[in-house]
């Protein structure tokens, strides 16, 4: 059970020792993303995330690279839709001297305007690389589908003329206002105990880290609109993406989803992968994940199949979907599929990053302590009625959102009906 500590100025640390291993994960976690942005700072908290490897009043861009290096760490960031993450991994014996560095980046990056206008420019060719990558404009597509204009429905990356215009004074501002005491997540797993991650805390964060934030509430409970977009790219591949508005993050009911999604299209004897794949041959790539928020959620299917075979790939999807509703679920497919979420989550305790991000993301996106234990009495607790009267809330004509991006097709995403 992970151990929480929260300090006067709001700051809160979340530390679990894995026993057994020889190696550390630290991530400092910030309750900002894109999801909390307006249309015009879109992209601004990615940004961010990328400029504050650039160089500090001590470091330059390459000697935290070679410090990190030299230690033989892992060091990386990412943005989320909710929340941000700078994380290092190492072993234990350079705990301290790695988590001082990614310190020192958390609060003295001076954000030199000529090291942001290289990084713009790295940016923006990651943007050009999504357009090249069908399933992120897919991705991306959906969620617009299903969130609209709303922050939820913006990209990570945000709009190249954003982009453009963040210079040192927006990064400050940002900065500033969010990466502060109330609105930040100290996550440590591995071999630390929760009195030695303390100490690093004390001597590292605690005399640097702001009291006050700026806090915003993030997108509330979004109405349910059914909506298509598309976009027709001269690819040799179709992407097709199908979101069924569904459960918020962290709602009670998510084991049962869980459960649904391993069933339905979440692993290779699924049944989406068995029936198009395995069976019809119509596609290389099918699967189903639940993609949630604080407020709002989605049961999503991703497919890539040829554009003519558009439309028998989404009646073969919907076929199987009509038959999880007909109520034959087996209990030989629930034991399976509750077994594969279980030793999922076992075999996670094995990776020292893996559990501190799932520590860090549900201290900093719900206020929540993951406990190992409730989740696997959760997944335990699931049977087929359950699933039943979940599967029969998400599966609904008026619940789904489509997205394609591909060749012209002639599949008519309107009339998709359950």
């Given at each position: ?28 976690w910030?309750n ?39 230690f ?5 960031a ?15 014996e350079?705990?301290?001297a790695c ?8 609060f ?9 206008d290289?990084?713009?420019n ?19 597509l ?22 453009k215009k ?14 502060c005491a ?8 591995g071999n ?8 690093l805390?004390r001597?590292?964060?605690l ?7 700026s806090?915003?509430?993030g ?38 989803q869980?459960v ?11 049944r ?6 395995e069976?019809l041959?119509?596609?290389y790539s ?11 959620g989605?049961?999503?299917i991703?497919?890539n ?10 009646d ?7 038959k999880?509703l ?22 996670a305790?094995e990776?020292?990053?893996s559990?501190?991000s ?15 234990g ?8 699931v049977?087929?009625?359950s699933?039943?009267?979940l ?15 591909g060749?012209k097709?002639?599949?008519?995403f309107g009339?998709?009906?359950?």
């Amino acid at each position: 059970m992970p151990t929480l500590t929260t300090y006067k100025n709001g700051l809160r640390l979340i530390t679990d020792t894995v026993p057994g291993l020889k190696s550390v994960a630290a991530g400092i976690w910030v309750n900002m993303g894109s999801s909390k942005e307006t249309a015009a700072s879109n992209g601004l908290s990615h940004f961010t995330e990328h400029v504050l490897f650039k160089g500090t009043d001590k470091l330059s861009a390459f000697d935290i690279a070679d410090r990190f290096e030299s230690f033989g760490a892992l060091v990386n960031a990412f943005t989320g839709k909710e929340c941000t993450c700078y994380y290092v991994k190492s072993i234990d014996e350079h705990t301290e001297a790695c988590f001082e560095l990614l310190s020192h980046l958390f609060f003295d990056s001076v954000f030199d305007n000529r090291e942001l206008d290289k990084e713009r420019n790295v940016i923006l060719e990651e943007m050009h690389m999504v357009e090249d990558t069908p399933e992120d404009i897919c991705y991306d597509l959906l969620a617009e589908a299903l969130y609209g204009k709303s922050p939820l429905g913006q990209t990570i990356l945000g709009l190249p003329k954003n982009v453009k215009k963040f210079n040192q004074a927006s990064v400050k501002i940002f900065v500033n206002s969010f990466y502060c005491a109330e609105n930040s997540v100290i996550s440590f797993a591995g071999n630390i105990t929760p009195d030695e991650a303390d100490v690093l805390v004390r001597r590292h964060v605690l005399p640097k880290i702001c009291a006050q934030a700026s806090n915003l509430p993030g997108v509330q409970k979004l109405p349910k609109t059914r909506c298509h977009r598309q976009r027709i790219k001269d690819f040799e591949q179709s992407n097709i993406g199908l979101g069924f508005y569904s459960l918020p993050f962290n709602d009670p009911r998510a084991a049962a989803q869980n459960v649904l999604n391993v069933i339905l299209g979440g692993s290779m004897s699924s049944r989406l992968f068995q029936a198009i794949r395995e069976q019809l041959g119509l596609a290389y790539s099918v699967y189903s994940a639940p993609s949630a928020f604080l407020h709002n959620g989605s049961f999503n299917i991703a497919i890539n199949v040829s554009p003519e075979n558009t439309q028998k790939t989404l009646d073969a999807v919907l076929c199987e979907i009509r038959k999880v509703l007909s109520g034959d679920i087996t209990q030989n497919e629930l034991a399976r599929a509750k077994t594969q979420l279980k030793s999922s989550l076992v075999f996670a305790r094995e990776n020292v990053q893996s559990v501190m991000s799932a520590n860090g993301k549900l201290l900093t996106v719900a206020g929540e302590v993951y406990n190992l234990g409730s989740k696997i009495a959760e997944i335990d607790a699931v049977d087929v009625t359950s699933i039943n009267l979940l599967a029969s809330e998400i599966f609904r004509s008026q619940n789904l959102c489509s997205s394609y991006v591909g060749k012209k097709h002639g599949a008519d995403f309107g009339e998709l009906h359950i």
